[in-house]
């Protein structure tokens, strides 16, 4: 996939220090403003408001029905707001048809015409621009070398594997250099494995190009390696929006948490407070539970704590700790390779997820099914939630 002729992109260090939603003085280049959208007696989008900044490539995740679709085609111009306001480098969107809005937008179906060939496709958007012969050749065989298309611009659709048409379709939407590239669940059609390498690809390219891009999606692997932030959906409102660590490490919500990756969630009652740290009763925890907490907490007030697998440590024998001490036995477990996931079930009854990684190569696992297992995690491997 590496062409050694392009200068390689150091995608991790732009995207560390790219961060213009932080400079107050920072105009958007898309905002969303109070906006409202019905369907018969369905209200899919409820007074959502964020902002997209130039050169952002910003997800919107949640799963189906939540309004995120909604969302793009009223920035696209497929659809108009009931209310409240769309605008694009501060100029209001309403009103403007879809083909005089300088975003394209890249369908899930991909929508390639199929009696025209993949040069054909590409070019189609700048034959309607009206651009020169010379011009609209010369920047279709740029973008076939973009997508890694050279040498297959006379195959028609159905000679391409479904991989190949997904980046027809990707430089059809970005030959004409719009502003904003819009890409509705694009991968959702490729295998695993080569949905992992696009998603590279597409970053990669979205820097080469220096063209915002939104993307839609329910996959929220997805959306965490893609996108400089995530604004997390539910049920037509915005969740959380944050860079993908910030989602992750640090969710506002059991909603959230339990969107994005695997979490086990703890119920328990304020008990105390000691600086920054709070302490919880539960019955999952007979020693009690803790966790770092700034805000001050009422004593006895329902929290969860949020903690991810993986910040579990799981034991043979009886650890030391005695707050953030479960115990309880192995009833399920899963190979992944890199990582082991166990299912415990506490004395509680409940069962909760610890993963392990497999960081030697031994093929017989230290614990399996059935084993009395011991569970800890330190007070800031996990977050504490009011709602």
Known sequence: MNDPARPRLNIGAIRESFAPWADPNAAPLVRFEGVYKQFGDETAVKGVSFDIYEGEFFALLGPSGCGKTTLMRMLAGFEAPDAGRVSLGGQDLAGQPPH????????????LFPHLSVEQNIGFGLSQQGLPRAEIRARVEETLALVKLEGLGRRRPHQLSGGQRQRVALARAIAPRPKMLLLDEPLAALDKKLREETQFELMRLQQTLGMTFLIVTHDQEEAMVVADRIAVMSAGEIAQIGRPAEIYETPNSRYVADFIGDVNLFEGRVTGADGTKVRLGSNDCPAGLEALE??????????????????????????????NRLSGKVVDYGYLGDWTTYVVELA????????????????????????????????DGAVVLTR
């Open 100 to 111: 005089r809005r300088p975003v394209n937008m890249m369908f899930q179906s991909y929508a």
């Open 294 to 323: 700034d805000d001050h907490l009422a004593m006895g007030s329902p929290v969860w704590l949020a903690v991810r697998p993986e910040k579990l440590k799981l034991h043979l024998d009886p650890p030391g700790e005695t707050a």
């Open 348 to 379: 509680s009854g409940r069962t909760v997820r610890a993963a392990v990684a497999n960081v030697s190569r031994l093929v017989e696992r230290p614990i399996g099914y059935g084993d009395p297992v011991w569970l800890t995690f330190a007070p």
